[in-house]
C-alpha cells in the first residue's frame, strides 16, 4: 500500500504501489520543485506527519484535503507570496501543489 519517493537526476518520482486510481498514482517535478512542496507539505500538515514519514492511505488523503483547502482559502497564496519575497524567485507553483494533491489523494498512501 505504502508508495516509493526515490531521486533519478534532476527529477523526483514518487509511485504508490497501490494506487486508487492509476491515473494518478505518479508524482514527478524537480528537485526544487519537491523541495518547494514538500516544505509547504511539512508547514501545512506537520500534525499529519510522522517521524519516519510514512504516509498511509489515510494521512495522504487529509494532506490532499488540507493542501486543497489551504488553496480554496488563499492561505497557499499568502504562504507562496512570503517565501517569494524571501528568496527572489518564483518559489512555488500552485500547479504543482494540485498535481501533488491529486497524488496524495489517489496514492494509497507512499513514504517520503
Known amino acids: 500500500m505504502i508508495g516509493t ?8 518520482f514518487a ?26 507539505v511539512c508547514e501545512s500538515c ?9 504516509i498511509n492511505e489515510t494521512t495522504a488523503i487529509k494532506i490532499a484535503r488540507r493542501l486543497q483547502e489551504s488553496i480554496d482559502s488563499g ?3 499568502n504562504w507562496k507570496n512570503k517565501w517569494n519575497n524571501v ?8 500547479e504543482i501543489v494540485k498535481r501533488f494533491i491529486s497524488f496524495c489523494g ?7
Request: aromatic share 14%; net charge negative; glycine share 4%.
Open 5 to 12: 519517493l526515490t531521486k533519478t537526476g534532476s527529477q523526483v
Open 15 to 40: 509511485t504508490a504501489n497501490d494506487p486508487i486510481d492509476t491515473e494518478y498514482s505518479d508524482f514527478t517535478c524537480s528537485s526544487q520543485d519537491w523541495l518547494s512542496v514538500w516544505l509547504y
Open 46 to 54: 506537520e500534525d499529519l506527519l510522522n517521524e519516519d514519514l510514512h
Open 75 to 77: 492561505s497557499f497564496e
Open 87 to 94: 528568496s527572489r524567485e518564483n518559489f512555488l507553483n500552485e
Open 106 to 112: 489517489f496514492s494509497g498512501g507512499f513514504q517520503v
